[in-house]
């Protein structure tokens, strides 16, 4: 489903473009949850915004193949539309917009750019309302701006409920777990659970374990200086806890 | 006006003087009345369209405890100079809620006139929509003349191309005037580089015991947010659509009426889409 290939990417700096993904490789196929797990500044959510095709991050060489298309040629709504979902570490608040309109708003673009029908008023609001229930974020809050006024659990839990309106292919979750309490990190992990099938796959972005203890992957990745620098099983996460990074990377 | 102002009008600063000068002194202004009897409720609606140059002066005069509500949508021709006034005066109690939409012409100018007898109230939502070299401003200058009065100004503005959005907002509270309520706000987004907002507010007050608020922001559309509705799928221009909408929306949070207020969020996601 996707392939990276030698992904090299730089970020906009004060002094000009810093170099951050220095030969990335990785596949992940339908079916599957791969983790990646690094210390902080090796490039993980560089990872995620490359793969969004966000503005700022400048690839340099390498190439990313989603679905048989070059990704990196898309535009981000058009990945989003193709079925990439990106969970972002710190999700942003739009005064003015509710969540209904942004979520709407959301799925009919895709859908319309995919040449799918719209979804009807009632149609949605179903998949929200459903949405909303499974991850315990009460109705009444969609209803107001973009995010305002959501705690950090909550904005995350938001998150989810885009995700499962919008059903993407392969979700990239970033950090999806930092600011959540063990009970928040249960129903959010239950709603990734929910989302896994042979035809979607998932990356998940953390610096901790404590979320693979919920969401079970079947491949973690070590990301460290921009480079994988290993793969194993879920067991690789719990040997991360005991040694660190810096053992790893050695 | 009698005389083609210049650049030393304070009031005409930031103005298109070019423009004006072009037409002037060809039209004459048409003055127009409108009076709302004491304890009775009436409308304004000025749909200003057509060409050439529309410089009316438009007295309005509203009745003890009456009440008034005001619509004025500024979208003339092209290449059309605009210079409208409106002279209002709400006696004791009464009050006014308007809403301008000044998009149109090459030069489109509305300024309001208002003076508040004791108790009354004026509230005014004003939203610029401006592109291509238009020069678009509102100008109120809103006088406390009894004790008590309120008054409030949410303005907003998006400029794009090379266009000038300008608000001109003066709070003058006489000494009679104690206990007012002024309030002033005024946000505009730039669109492009070469677009240009001036905000001028401007407070005068003799009386010692008032509350006058005000605050200006100039700035662009949230790039995070934009990127936040794109990687959902929304594609760049109604992702764009939709925040300056949601900025513009300010302006209109004011009108009590749902009806007519998604009349207006309507009318403004309408003049959006033509624009964009």
């Not at chain 1, 998150?159 to 059903?167: F, K």
Request: hydrophobic share 45%.
């Amino acid at each position: 489903m996707l392939v990276i290939d030698n992904l090299q990417a730089a970020i906009d700096g004060p002094n000009g473009p810093v170099e951050i993904l220095k030969g990335l490789s990785l596949t992940v196929n339908a079916g599957e949850v791969h983790a990646i797990m690094g210390p902080n500044g090796a490039g993980k959510s560089t990872l995620s915004y490359v793969l969004a095709g966000r503005a700022g991050y400048e690839v340099t060489g390498g190439s990313v193949t989603f679905m048989g298309n070059d990704l990196l040629a898309m535009a981000p709504h058009e990945r989003a539309a193709a079925g990439v979902f990106l969970g972002l570490q710190y999700p942003v608040e739009i005064p003015g917009v509710s969540n209904l309109m942004f979520l709407r708003t959301a799925l009919n673009a895709q859908r319309t750019l995919r040449g799918e029908k719209e979804a009807s008023g009632a149609e949605f609001m179903k998949l929200v309302k459903a949405a909303a229930a499974d991850l315990g974020l009460p109705y009444d809050m969609l209803k107001r701006s973009v995010n305002q006024g959501f705690s950090g659990g909550e904005k995350k839990r938001n998150e989810m409920v885009q995700m499962a309106v919008l059903e993407p292919k392969l979700a990239v979750l970033d950090e999806t777990d930092s600011g959540l309490d063990i009970d928040a990190l249960r129903v959010v992990s239950d709603g990734i659970n929910r989302m896994r099938s042979p035809e979607r796959a998932t990356l998940l972005i953390t610096h901790y374990q404590r979320l693979l203890d919920y969401v079970v992957p079947d491949f973690v990745h070590v990301l460290v200086a921009g480079r994988i620098v290993r793969t194993g099983g879920p067991e690789l996460a719990h040997v991360l806890e005991a040694d660190g990074y810096a053992a790893i990377a050695a | 006006m009698t005389a083609l102002p210049t650049r030393r009008d304070e009031a005409w600063r930031y103005s298109d003087l070019a423009a004006l000068g072009e037409v002037w002194p060809q039209a004459v202004a048409a003055e127009r009345g409108v009076t709302i009897a004491a304890g009775e409720t009436g409308r304004l609606d000025e749909l200003l369209s057509g060409n050439g140059w529309l410089n009316d002066r438009v007295v309005v005069s509203v009745g003890a405890g009456a009440s008034l509500t005001g619509f004025i949508d500024q979208g003339r021709d092209a290449d059309t100079v605009t210079t409208q006034l409106y002279d209002i005066t709400l006696e004791a109690g009464a009050q006014a809620h308007i809403v301008i939409i000044n998009h149109g012409g090459c030069f489109g100018r509305i300024a309001l006139d208002v003076a508040l007898k004791d108790g009354a109230d004026f509230d005014l939502g004003g939203i610029i929509i401006g592109g291509d070299a238009q020069n678009l401003e509102i100008i109120t200058t809103v006088r406390h003349l009894g004790p008590g009065a309120t008054s409030r100004q949410v303005v907003r503005c998006v400029v794009g191309g090379r266009a000038v959005g300008s608000y001109l907002g003066k709070v003058a509270v006489a000494r009679a005037g104690q206990k007012t309520d002024a309030a002033q706000s005024f946000k505009a987004l730039l669109l492009a580089r070469g677009a240009t907002a001036n905000a001028k507010p401007e407070l005068e007050i003799f009386a010692d015991d008032v509350k006058c608020a005000h605050g200006a922001t100039v700035g662009e559309l949230d790039k995070n947010a934009l990127f936040y509705l794109e990687s959902r799928g929304v594609p760049p221009v109604q992702a764009q659509a939709l925040l300056t909408r949601a900025f513009l929306s300010d302006a209109l949070a004011g009108i009590a009426d749902d009806a007519a207020r998604e009349a207006a969020e309507a009318r403004v996601t309408a003049l959006l889409e033509a624009a964009s």
